[in-house]
């Protein structure tokens, strides 16, 4: 079975620092793994995702995430926090293709001013 | 460019009653996913549908059934609530026979409140 573990329910960054989220994965089989953002009362976004190929992988609104594969972590970072960033953050895995996504239970990213 | 849409947006129902939640996926999908999201958790994944059969289930009671029509578009059934099923309920599409049909695009979801 896949797994992802995501270190830190709540992470609070001040505006313009570093924003660094955990994600450890485990796995049988390489894996496809993805971080969503989800604002209040709204669905799942795709931030990025990872899939064998380039291990560190860019996304949209300047975050960036890379898959090391000998720590089995897959950590999502933003060099300079913004406030527009402070939101939900979900890790997930898959075996890729069609199969299911299994997402870890979420971090959720305060910006403070 | 429609992306997933759900309805309703919001549902309120008393435990015992049966609930159907609908999706249409982003035009160009034919790969329908449905997963909970309980309350301060993540989304646990519920089935998929695919050519209008069931592909894949999660770890969820015969309770939870669902429905694929020709257009793509997809139902979830609840029967007999509990008041555990209250939740957000997410679709996400997918688009079979795609370089990333591994990309998943979600809906805003459906809040259920069983009372």
């Known amino acids: 079975a896949q797994s992802v573990t995501q270190l830190g329910s709540h992470v609070s960054v001040s505006e313009g620092a570093l924003v660094l989220l955990r994600c450890n994965y485990s796995s049988s089989v390489p894996p496809y793994l993805f971080w969503y953002v989800q604002y209040p009362n709204q669905g799942l976004q795709l931030l990025l995702k990872y899939t064998s190929a380039a291990t560190l992988v860019k996304g949209i609104n300047g975050f960036e995430a890379e898959f090391k594969k000998s720590e089995t972590s897959f950590h999502l970072t933003k060099p300079s926090a913004h406030m527009s960033d402070a939101a939900e953050y979900f890790c997930a895995v898959s075996k890729g293709g069609y199969q299911k996504v299994t997402f870890g239970t979420g971090t959720k990213l305060q910006v403070i001013p | 460019d429609a992306g997933v849409t759900q309805s309703p947006t919001h549902l309120i129902k008393t435990r015992g009653q049966q609930v159907t939640l609908r999706c249409s996926p982003k035009s160009g999908h034919d790969t329908v996913s449905w997963y909970q999201q309980a309350l301060g958790q993540g989304p646990q994944f519920i089935f998929q549908?695919?050519?209008?059969?069931?592909?894949q289930r999660g770890n969820f009671p015969d309770r939870f059934s669902g429905h694929q029509f020709p257009n793509y578009s997809s139902e979830l059934n609840v029967n007999a609530l509990l008041l555990g099923d209250s939740a957000l309920y997410l679709c996400a599409s997918s688009r079979a026979r795609a370089v990333n049909t591994d990309t998943q695009y979600f809906g805003p979801g459906t809040r259920l409140t069983v009372l």
């Open positions: 549908y695919y050519e209008e059969e069931e592909r």
